[in-house]
Every structure is written in C-alpha cells, then in structure tokens.
C-alpha cells in the first residue's frame, strides 16, 4: 500500500474523530444528564466506525501517540511515521474546520471552544499532564497489546473503540480528553480561544510522553504474547 493512500485514509479518519467527537461535545455538552457519557460514546464510535472502514488501508492510528508507539514497536517506518502525522493534524484541523462551519450555522457551541482541551478542572498544566499521560498510556497500551494478536484482529477496531470511550468516561471532567494531539491541534487552532491555544503544548507533550510509557510496559510482556502464540 502506497504512503499517499496511508495518508488519505489518515487524513480521513482524524477528520471524522474531530468532526463527531468534538462535535458532540459541541452539540450536546458534558453538563447536561447523559451529555458526559454521550460524548464518550461518540469518540469511541467513531473510531470503531473508521476501524473497519480504513484499518485495512493505514491500520487506523488518526492519532500521533498511536504512530509514536507502533513506530517505536518497528511496526511502521520513520518515513510512514512523518507522512502519517502530516495527515492527522490535517484531517483534524480539517474536522475542526467542518465543525466551525457548522457552528457559524447559527449552532449554539456548548464548549466555548469547538471540543477544545482545557486544564483549569485539574489545577493547571501539571495535572493536565499527569491525566493526559496516565489515560493515553491506557489507551495505548491496549491498542499494542490487542493488534499484536492476529486471532484479535477482527475485534481489534472494538475494543480500542471502547477503550477510548472508557478514557473519556474519566478524562472528560479533567481535561476534555485528548489522548491525541492531532484532536486537540484542529480545535484550538480554529476555535479562536487564547487559553487553548496556551495550554495546547500540554495536549501534544503529555499524549506522547504517555504512548512512550505505555511502549515500554509493553515491551515487558511483549515476549509472553510472542510465545504464547507461537504455542497455538
């Protein structure tokens, strides 16, 4: 498969995550009943929905932390890596774009800020950073370990679906959840919001920092996956 497809579907794929995820969140906020758990369920929704639509293409990371990881894992090149990140923060300022179009509409912006991620919940950057990087090496974690496994591969889009909703069950009162700094990049550069575009560092730095803890937790059980399928 050719880097410029990889690309397209990356590109893709970030858009729709921005567009619905933070779209829900933009439509519907977190503070009404069900508002909290509805956003969640969008974000993990809608990777399950572009898993089987362009995982066989570009395996569906639409997300550097992601790429970060599997490169670290030797699961991509330095060169597919690049070109996949170009595509992600794209198709994320893409998704932000569709959505301020949407919003300039006349639809009401429940966030303020188009999804953008903010720290104040958490007592500044610190505690932004320590969420961050605790959600994201979770969310990374799972997406090693269950696409590390062929005989998962056909539930593989699922399951980091619901992990990724399941991490903003808990991360949208924090942070807004980012666990992927292509999302929070679209949204606080178009959302004409000074605090998120301050805080932004955060949202990029503490993903990656996250997916290279959760690599290298990996890296401990990696060999008893390894052998245990080799044994089946």
Known sequence: MSLARKMIAEFVGTLVLVFMGCGSAVLLGCDVPGGHLAVALCFGLAIVAMAYAIGNVSGCHVNPAVSLALLLDKRISIVDFVGYVVAQVVGAIAGAGLLKMVVGF?????????????VASVGGAGGAFVVEIILTFIFVLTILAVTSDEKKSSVAGLVIGLTLAF???????????????????????????????????VFIVAPLVGAAVAFAVFMVFKPLIVKKEATE
């Open 167 to 201: 991490v903003h069950i808990v991360g949208i009162p924090l942070t807004g959840t980012s666990v992927n700094p292509a999302r929070s990049i679209g949204p606080a550069l178009l959302s004409g919001n000074a605090a998120a575009l301050s805080d932004l560092w």
């Open 106 to 118: 006349g639809v009401k912006d429940l966030t303020g800020g188009l999804g953008s991620n903010g």
